[in-house]
């Protein structure tokens, strides 16, 4: 998987009605939708992901949790 981002900061998202979950620093595939932003990471056997919020994600770029590459 190649990666657009960088997750440098505390970046979150919730599975359904569950808790938040942190997604772990490192390389990131960013897919951007009109409503969200689709963030995939791990290795081929174990690829995680993960739809958070625009809202949410534009304010993650400007805090600089995530840095497009």
């Known amino acids: 998987m190649a990666a ?3 997750v440098k900061g505390k970046v979150e998202y919730r599975a359904g009605d569950g808790p938040l979950i942190e997604v772990p620093c ?3 595939q960013v897919e951007l939708e009109i ?3 689709v ?3 791990g290795d081929a056997g174990n690829t995680q992901v993960a739809a958070i919020p625009m809202i949410d994600y ?3 770029i400007n805090a600089g949790s ?3 590459i």
Do not use: K
């Open 4 to 6: 657009n981002a960088e």
């Open 26 to 28: 490192g390389p990131v």
């Open 35 to 37: 409503d969200s932003a």
């Open 39 to 41: 963030l995939s990471w």
């Open 58 to 60: 534009e304010r993650y």
């Open 66 to 68: 995530i840095v497009p």
